[in-house]
């Protein structure tokens, strides 16, 4: 992992960006030499045309980016990378036909796209029939010794085994717990050097899986270890790298206390987000308008009620505030206004509603939210406090992600599909929890960008 603007990003992803980014900048020339060549014209330096390669890079590289084409499927099959590569390239073209319109100058001939296009598609599937398996390998994998036998440490044996993880497990230590949970531990007893027997594995780090840490550290051995050139990791930091999430099971208040994130320096970055919200809510209401208004009569007309709707949410510092949604219930949804858990396949929801919940057209009019400074586009979804309260009770650290403004996309929304339980909402705490430690502009607009992808390929909307 590297870690990029305070987010963790696999080693492989970044190789194949920079691979795809070389290669849609050859496909862009290629194109362009293949039209000159047909009508005879002299082909200047390339110097004359970086601009409009450069553009063509950025454009499709965004879109391979906000289809999910660096994901971990994208590694493992190359039937679901061919065809996000396609609905990528599709996309970028789409990109392009933008940034020529408000930068003329940039303009690809048309002949010439036409031949990027299709050289692109071609050498980024090469690549991956080449590479992605290869990428995909335990070749760029670390290789790791946990220290432990315990059930955490049989979580991280279980992590390591998922398809697409970062890590190799080269060995456990046993520290001495009453009942291991993982077999074919060694002792460590039986180990006269922890730090050569963690050389002798070829390992880079060693994550400390302890289910007991008062007074069992070894912290002789961590130094020794430590000064060997081997990264030493807590479990909590280890799996904030490795999913992209808090672990609430392993995570204390000291850690989240001392550890990196949550930095006071903001100013300059949240003055940005606001000024990106106000710009993209005026943009964004201003395109959106028209499908608003369609939506909003064809919800008065096959069901009675107000075409839109407010409700109560709980925002910045646990301060309420309403938002404005368009209706996708029946008006009898919520009975004497009490608060009720969406369910899969809701019969409350009206054919109309199912429809505008699936593409998300039904959160257009929280733009209007936005604008007022009352949610940002990226954030944690707010929620009823209703709910809020019940889930302070039975989630730990809950009042935390209300130190952040909530947004209408948020990291839990592209990494978790929707849910509807304490326990669903326990997994996109952990998201949220991330995000709030690790804001950046740089991780608002990946989740911007990955937010198409949810909308293209929609899981468990309801």
Excluded: C
């Amino acid at each position: 992992m590297i870690r990029l603007f305070k987010h963790y990003i696999p080693q492989a992803v970044l190789l194949l960006g920079l691979v795809d980014a070389l290669l849609l900048f050859a496909a862009a020339e290629a194109g362009w030499v293949i039209r000159a060549h047909q009508i005879g014209m002299t082909v200047e330096p390339l110097t004359t045309r970086l601009p409009q390669l450069v553009s063509f890079v950025v454009a499709l590289q965004t879109a391979l980016v906000a289809v999910g084409a660096y994901g971990v499927a994208s590694f493992l099959s190359l039937r679901f990378a061919a065809a996000r590569l396609a609905v990528a390239v599709a996309l970028g073209v789409t990109f392009l036909a933008l940034i020529f319109f408000l930068v003329p100058a940039l303009t690809f001939w048309r002949s010439n796209l036409f031949y990027a296009m299709l050289i692109a598609i071609v050498l980024l599937v090469a690549i991956r029939a080449l590479l992605g398996r290869a990428l995909g390998s335990d070749t760029l994998k670390r290789r790791i010794v946990v220290l432990g036998a315990g059930p955490r440490a049989a979580r991280i044996g279980e992590l390591a085994a998922r398809p697409g993880a970062n890590v190799i497990i080269a060995g456990y230590v046993a520290m001495g717990e009453p009942s291991p949970a993982v077999v074919g531990a060694v002792p460590r007893d039986a180990i006269p050097n922890l730090a050569g027997h963690v050389v002798d594995h070829n390992a880079v780090e060693v994550v400390l899986a302890l289910e007991e840490r008062r007074n069992a550290l070894p912290l002789k051995d961590l130094l020794r270890v430590r000064t060997t050139g081997v990264a030493v990791s807590e479990i909590s930091t280890f799996l904030e790298r490795e999913t992209g999430r808090i672990d609430l099971t392993s995570v204390n208040p000291s850690w989240l206390i001392f550890s990196d994130g949550f930095a006071s320096g903001r100013m300059v970055s949240g003055i940005v987000k606001r000024a990106f919200d106000v710009f993209a809510s005026l943009l964004l209401l201003a395109v959106t308008l028209p499908i608003i208004l369609v939506t909003a009569i064809a919800i008065k007309l096959e069901s009675r009620g107000p075409a839109f709707y407010r409700q109560r949410r709980v925002g910045l510092y646990n301060q309420p505030f309403d938002i404005l949604k368009l209706r996708s219930m029946r008006q009898d949804a919520e009975v004497a206004g009490t608060a009720v858990w969406a369910e899969k396949d809701d019969p409350r929801i009206t054919r109309i509603g199912r429809f505008i919940r699936k593409v998300r057209i039904d959160e257009l009019p929280q733009t209007w939210t936005v604008l007022k400074g009352d949610m940002s586009f990226v954030g944690p979804r707010p929620e009823r406090p209703q709910f809020v309260e019940q889930l302070e009770q039975h989630l730990p650290f809950y009042a935390e992600r209300h130190m952040v403004k909530p947004g209408i996309t948020g990291w839990a929304q592209i990494n978790y599909p929707y849910g509807a339980s304490i326990e669903d909402a326990r997994h996109k705490l952990e998201y949220d929890l991330y995000y709030a430690k690790n804001y950046s502009p740089f991780l608002d607009l990946l989740i911007l960008l990955q937010t198409l992808r949810v909308v293209l390929w929609p899981a468990g909307a309801r």
